[in-house]
C-alpha cells in the first residue's frame, strides 16, 4: 500500500488562476503519477463555478486527474456545512483506491473556537473575537482489501504568517507596528497549536476504543517535527514522561529518510520539512519506506519574487509504502 501527500498550491482556473490549467498539469501530474499512490492526500485544492451547476466543484482537480489512475479512484472532501458545496480556495482532498466507508471533517468538534480581544487593534477593540481554523482536517475511513480499516487524517494547518489584526496593516505583508506583527504572528499560532491538539484528541479518542486502529495524519502541517503543532499531534515519551502512555504516540515516518534528503520545501534557501506522514504504532508495524520527491524544488521566496507565473508546487510529494494489503486496482 502507497500513501501519498502532496499540497497542489492553489490549484485553479483562470480568470482566477495566473496560468492556464494546462501549464500545471504538465508540471503536477508527472509527479502524481510517479508517486503510483493507493491513497493520495491533495491540499489546496480550489473550487469553481461551473454552467449548470448550482454548487462550487473540482473541475480544475478533475482536468489534473483525467487519464490517470487517480480518475476513477473513491473521492473524500471538505464542504460547507451549510450547502456541502466545496470551498472556493484551499479544499482538503483524499483520493483511494478502495472504498471510502466513511468521510467527515473535524473542526472546532472538540477545540472550541478560542475567545480574544486584540490588544494593537486600531481603533481599540471593544469586545472578544473568536479565533477559528482556517480549514477543517479531513477523516477518510478505507476499508482494506484485507479486512481492515484504515483511518486517514488528511490537515493542512494554519501557516507561521501573521494574521491580520484591525488597523494594523498597511499592504498584505507590511505592518504599522512590530507590536501589531508579533500580535497577528501569535494569533497564528493558537490556531495551528489548537487545532493540532484538536486532531491529537480525536486520535485519542481512536486509541481509546482500539489501541491497534491503522491511523494515518499526514499533509501539510507547516511546522518542522521539533515544533509545537508536530510535538503536540505525535505524544511523545519524551513529552508526557509515562512510559505507559508510548504505545499510543504517533511515529513521525519522515524521520527515517537521510538528514540531506529531508526537506518538503526550500525557503530562502534554508530546506525544511513542513509535509508530514505520522501513523499510529500498530500501522507502523507495516512500514516498510518513505520518499519525498523533491528534486526538482526551486526556493518558494525566490520563485515569488522573481519567476513569472510559476506552474508547480513549492511543496515535495511525499509517498510512504506499508506491506501486506494486495488487491487489484479498480
Given at each position: 500500500?502507497?500513501?501519498?501527500?502532496?499540497?497542489?498550491?492553489?490549484?485553479?482556473?483562470?480568470?482566477?488562476?495566473p496560468?492556464?490549467?494546462e501549464?500545471?498539469i504538465?508540471?503536477?501530474?508527472?509527479?502524481?503519477?510517479?508517486?503510483?499512490?493507493?491513497?493520495?492526500?491533495?491540499?489546496e485544492?480550489?473550487?469553481?463555478?461551473?454552467?449548470?451547476?448550482?454548487?462550487?466543484?473540482?473541475?480544475?482537480?478533475?482536468?489534473?486527474?483525467?487519464?490517470?489512475?487517480?480518475?476513477?479512484?473513491?473521492?473524500?472532501?471538505?464542504?460547507?456545512?451549510?450547502?456541502?458545496?466545496?470551498?472556493?480556495?484551499?479544499?482538503?482532498?483524499?483520493l483511494?483506491?478502495?472504498?471510502?466507508?466513511?468521510?467527515?471533517?473535524?473542526r472546532?468538534?472538540?477545540?472550541?473556537?478560542?475567545?480574544?480581544?486584540?490588544?494593537?487593534?486600531?481603533?481599540?477593540?471593544?469586545?472578544?473575537?473568536?479565533?477559528?481554523?482556517?480549514?477543517?482536517?479531513?477523516?477518510?475511513?478505507?476499508?482494506?482489501?484485507?479486512?481492515?480499516?484504515?483511518?486517514?487524517?488528511?490537515?493542512?494547518?494554519?501557516?507561521?504568517?501573521?494574521?491580520?489584526?484591525?488597523?494594523?496593516?498597511?499592504?498584505?505583508?507590511?505592518?504599522?507596528?512590530?507590536?501589531?506583527?508579533?500580535?497577528?504572528?501569535?494569533?497564528?499560532?493558537?490556531?495551528r497549536?489548537?487545532?493540532?491538539?484538536?486532531?491529537?484528541?480525536?486520535?485519542?479518542?481512536?486509541?481509546?476504543?482500539?489501541?491497534?486502529?491503522?491511523?494515518?495524519?499526514l499533509?501539510?502541517?507547516?511546522?518542522?517535527d521539533?515544533?509545537?503543532?508536530?510535538?503536540?499531534?505525535?505524544?511523545?515519551?519524551?513529552?508526557?514522561?509515562?512510559?505507559?502512555?508510548?504505545?499510543?504516540?504517533?511515529?513521525?515516518?519522515?524521520?527515517g529518510?537521510?538528514?540531506?534528503?529531508?526537506?518538503s520545501?526550500?525557503?530562502?534557501?534554508?530546506?525544511?520539512?513542513?509535509?508530514?506522514?505520522?501513523?499510529?504504532?500498530?500501522?507502523?508495524?507495516?512500514?516498510?519506506?518513505?520518499?519525498?520527491?523533491?528534486?526538482?524544488?526551486?526556493?518558494?521566496?525566490?520563485?515569488?519574487?522573481?519567476?513569472?507565473?510559476?506552474?508547480?508546487s513549492?511543496?515535495?510529494?511525499?509517498?510512504?509504502?506499508?506491506?501486506?494489503?494486495?488487491?487489484?486496482?479498480?
Amino acid at each position: 500500500m502507497r500513501v501519498a501527500t502532496f499540497n497542489l498550491e492553489s490549484l485553479d482556473l483562470p480568470p482566477r488562476a495566473p496560468r492556464p490549467i494546462e501549464a500545471r498539469i504538465d508540471m503536477l501530474r508527472p509527479e502524481l503519477e510517479r508517486a503510483a499512490a493507493d491513497v493520495l492526500c491533495l491540499q489546496e485544492v480550489n473550487g469553481q463555478r461551473v454552467p449548470g451547476e448550482p454548487l462550487r466543484v473540482l473541475a480544475a482537480l478533475d482536468q489534473l486527474l483525467e487519464g490517470t489512475r487517480y480518475q476513477g479512484y473513491y473521492r473524500s472532501v471538505t464542504h460547507h456545512a451549510h450547502d456541502q458545496g466545496v470551498a472556493d480556495v484551499h479544499n482538503l482532498v483524499t483520493l483511494s483506491r478502495w472504498p471510502v466507508l466513511e468521510s467527515r471533517l473535524l473542526r472546532h468538534d472538540f477545540i472550541k473556537p478560542v475567545r480574544y480581544r486584540a490588544v494593537t487593534a486600531r481603533p481599540p477593540a471593544q469586545d472578544d473575537e473568536e479565533i477559528g481554523f482556517d480549514r477543517p482536517a479531513l477523516v477518510t475511513e478505507i476499508g482494506l482489501p484485507d479486512g481492515r480499516t484504515l483511518c486517514v487524517v488528511n490537515c493542512h494547518l494554519r501557516a507561521p504568517l501573521a494574521s491580520s489584526v484591525q488597523g494594523q496593516k498597511q499592504a498584505p505583508f507590511v505592518w504599522n507596528s512590530i507590536s501589531g506583527w508579533a500580535e497577528g504572528f501569535c494569533i497564528s499560532s493558537i490556531k495551528r497549536n489548537a487545532q493540532a491538539l484538536e486532531i491529537r484528541l480525536f486520535v485519542d479518542q481512536l486509541l481509546e476504543k482500539d489501541l491497534h486502529a491503522e491511523i494515518l495524519v499526514l499533509g501539510d502541517l507547516n511546522a518542522e517535527d521539533n515544533e509545537s503543532p508536530v510535538r503536540i499531534l505525535v505524544g511523545a515519551e519524551q513529552d508526557t514522561g509515562n512510559g505507559a502512555l508510548a504505545a499510543s504516540s504517533l511515529i513521525v515516518l519522515d524521520r527515517g529518510l537521510p538528514q540531506d534528503r529531508r526537506y518538503s520545501v526550500v525557503h530562502q534557501g534554508r530546506p525544511q520539512m513542513l509535509d508530514h506522514v505520522l501513523c499510529s504504532r500498530a500501522l507502523y508495524g507495516r512500514f516498510k519506506e518513505i520518499q519525498v520527491y523533491n528534486e526538482a524544488l526551486s526556493d518558494e521566496a525566490v520563485s515569488y519574487a522573481r519567476v513569472d507565473r510559476p506552474t508547480g508546487s513549492s511543496h515535495a510529494c511525499i509517498v510512504a509504502e506499508f506491506a501486506d494489503v494486495n488487491a487489484s486496482a479498480n
